[in-house]
């Protein structure tokens, strides 16, 4: 995965020990072992899923609705099609918006971030605004409206939730780079003549790197929650199965009434799962960052 | 000072509020604009567009069709829904209640169950309680609030069937009192409330829980325990109301988060309030219902996150003498 690198320069900037660092954080703890297992299958399955699935997840059949047997491990839906395929081609979906869509929160939430804070003034004035703004809407109508308007795809929750979750990101950017700006080798640095595209490269970014990183992990996790409560409103991409589909589809369907539990718990602990071990492994980075978070458990 | 503090605090509320107006304009008129769906009907001639053009006032300029848009808001014009052909107002003052009666519901049972349980992890931080506690509200925070509610009808309203699985009140019944009727809701009540409850609790209790913990290792506690009150009257009397104060900012910060949730249990409790309402303008394309619980969704959020100010300006003495 492409994150490792990013893990590693990240650690790096906290001053503290390199690799070996991270992969004790990660594989020291029960909370990092469960994090990084249920990460690492389901990123499998987004690559493989369709390779691995007993069953082509939109072959329909007759056999509608049916409970869990040999033939069909988790049953099937009211298509007849396989559960068991369908989860595991679903993985995809999740994993593809919740790193995009956080990736492009990032983006902007730093840049935003880096330029209110360390160009002050009326820039920090408009752009704080508008990330007061963006903190204060409701994010789920907000993404409703966007995604209705236009047209679901893959593509546009991307961008949809990329969009609508940038601010908090900007927020604790900009306070990093407040206290940041006023330090002794900044100051030292501006003195030289620097200039302030070097200044950020060299001094804030790497020092704000950690940050952003840590956050962005806790992101990742809003972004599959944010996709799969879109996707299971209607506003998926109706060209392909995620979990909020399967959840879609099961609950208009009838699928609790038929008390088919087979087709509606499955989805819901995929996404539970997969966002909880997103979200430990962001707490883990969060409180390597701020070990004082750690004193508080 | 302190009445600048919150002048300060209710121009940022409006500005915030002239932001939605804008945007909510902009959004709709440029990106959804009227016409192109209007284009679609196969039989308007073009002399027909113009003359619809003309009665949505879509000749104007862009100046103009804002000014229009913003009076016509606060006259509480919200436009006509596709769907129904009622007033956007209309429904969603019909559609409000509701949503406020479970949304209230769930807060208020969220706060007081939520808090309670992050006393209890608190003084008994690192036992197996604790532990407990903590993976259920990482639990609730990762599970996403509309399949808790499926499984909750799945669970009480079909294996063992003694809760509604939807609405708000048994289709077709006289009730021969408002009591009965009262009742009757609240029975629906029950299983939505729950879902929201289950939602909204992990956060209060996480933030009830480190601000007992921080409560605990103060001097002044330290200092009643030394002159030999009991412990259970140190929390409580003590450690408890010190420990309150992050609970009211914690419940500004969760209004976006009790929107969303009201859309999505809404949706599976067939429950008819603005989140239902919401969710059939999805799936009606019915963009000025959508635009109309954008706009309401927003200010109650505004609205809210102001309350949660004054309380905590009524609270907090510090706030006060800046």
Request: aromatic share 10%; net charge negative.
């Amino acid at each position: 995965m492409s994150g490792s690198a990013i893990t590693v320069s990240a650690v790096d900037a906290t001053g503290e020990a390199g690799e070996r660092s991270v992969r004790e954080l990660m594989l020291g703890t029960w909370r990092g072992r469960f994090g990084v297992g249920v990460l690492g299958l389901f990123c499998f399955l987004a690559v493989f899923g369709s390779l691995v699935a007993p069953d082509d997840p939109f072959a329909s059949s007759l056999d509608v609705m049916a409970p869990p047997s040999a033939e069909h491990l988790l049953g099937t839906t009211e298509q007849g099609s396989d559960v068991f395929s369908q989860l595991l081609v679903g993985a995809r979906v999740s994993i593809v918006v919740g790193f995009a869509a956080a990736l492009i929160s990032a983006l902007l939430g730093s840049a935003v971030g880096l330029a209110s804070g360390y160009f002050g003034g009326w820039t920090d004035r408009i752009l704080d605004a508008l990330e007061n703004w963006f903190l204060v809407i409701p994010t789920l109508p907000l993404m409703i409206v966007l995604a209705r308007l236009l047209d679901p795809s893959l593509t546009v929750l991307i961008v949809v939730i990329g969009l609508t979750s940038w601010a908090g990101t900007g927020r604790i950017v900009r306070a990093q780079v407040l206290t940041l700006r006023e330090r002794a080798f900044v100051e030292r640095a501006r003195a030289l003549g620097a200039s302030d595209t070097y200044i950020i490269r060299t001094h804030i970014l790497p020092n704000t790197a950690p940050l952003i990183f840590a956050n962005t992990v806790l992101i990742v996790a809003v972004a599959i929650l944010s996709e799969a409560a879109l996707s299971f409103l209607g506003l998926g991409d109706p060209t392909r199965i995620s979990w909020g589909t399967m959840l879609e589809n099961a609950f208009e369907s009838g699928a609790p009434s038929a008390e088919a539990w087979w087709y509606v718990i499955p989805p819901g602990l995929c996404i539970t799962m997969l966002v909880l071990a997103v979200a430990l492994i962001g707490f883990l980075f969060e409180e390597h960052i701020n070990p004082r978070l750690r004193d508080q458990r | 000072m302190s009445g600048r503090w919150l002048a300060g605090k209710v121009a940022a509320a409006l500005v915030t509020l002239a932001f939605v107006l804008v945007f909510n304009f902009f959004l709709f008129r440029v990106m959804g604009d009227p016409t192109t769906q209007l284009a679609r009907l196969p039989q308007s001639t073009p002399e027909e567009i113009e003359k619809l053009r003309a009665d949505y006032g879509l000749d104007k300029s862009v100046v103009g069709q804002f000014a229009d848009y913003v009076g016509d808001t606060l006259r509480l014009d919200l436009g006509i829904s596709q769907r129904t052909r009622e007033r956007v107002w209309d429904e969603i003052a019909t559609a409000m209640p509701w949503t406020l009666l479970l949304v209230g519901t769930g807060t208020l049972l969220a706060t007081l169950i939520g808090s309670w349980l992050g006393v209890i992890a608190a003084t008994r931080r690192g036992q197996k309680a604790d532990d407990g506690l903590l993976g259920f509200s990482l639990f609730t925070y990762a599970a996403p609030e509309y399949w808790i509610g499926i499984i909750l009808i799945l669970v009480f309203a079909v294996w063992i069937p003694v809760l509604p699985a939807g609405q708000q009140v048994t289709p077709g019944v006289e009730f021969s009192s408002f009591f009965a009727e009262a009742l009757d809701v609240a029975e629906h009540l029950i299983l939505p409330a729950t879902a929201m409850t289950l939602m909204l609790l992990g956060q209060y209790f996480l933030i009830m829980r480190s601000s007992m913990v921080d409560v605990l290792t103060e001097d002044f506690i330290t200092v009643k325990r030394a002159i030999g009150l009991p412990w259970d009257r140190v929390v409580r009397s003590h450690a408890v109301p010190n420990a309150l104060l992050p609970l009211v900012t914690l419940s500004a910060i969760q209004f976006g988060g009790v929107v969303a949730g009201a859309i999505t249990i809404e949706t599976i409790f067939s429950w008819p309030g603005l989140g239902e309402l919401t969710f059939t303008a999805i799936n009606d394309k019915d963009f000025p219902v959508l635009q109309g619980t954008f706009l309401i969704f927003s200010v109650g959020v505004i609205v809210a996150n102001l309350l949660a100010d004054c309380l905590y300006f009524a609270l907090d003495p510090r706030v006060q003498s800046k």
